[in-house]
């Protein structure tokens, strides 16, 4: 599709023989007979209730970790430790 001078868009080659008939489709949807539309079933879900797990104090064992980040990139040395 392109723009013409005065910022109009130029119909297509098809759209614009369609005007210059008349709109010779618009006889044939009239005496077309009407088309009775589908019947839709809406299906709704259940929402499943989630519990969130959060542990006690007593239920966690701190530990340390200790690291030699010498002569190491740092993300490398973040992806290594995850």
Do not use: Y
């Not at 839709?40 to 701190?62: C, G, Q």
């Not at 970790?65 to 995850?82: C, E, K, P, T, Y």
């Amino acid at each position: 599709m392109g723009v013409m001078r005065d910022g109009h868009a130029r119909c297509a080659p098809s759209a614009r023989a369609c005007l210059e008939r008349g709109g010779a489709g618009r006889a044939a949807q009239e005496a077309a007979p009407a088309v009775q539309p589908e019947k839709t079933t809406i299906r709704t879900r259940r929402l499943k209730t989630v519990r969130t797990f959060s542990p006690k104090d007593r239920d966690i064992t701190r530990r340390w970790h200790v690291i030699d980040a010498s002569d190491v990139v740092l993300g490398r040395l973040a992806s290594q430790v995850a």
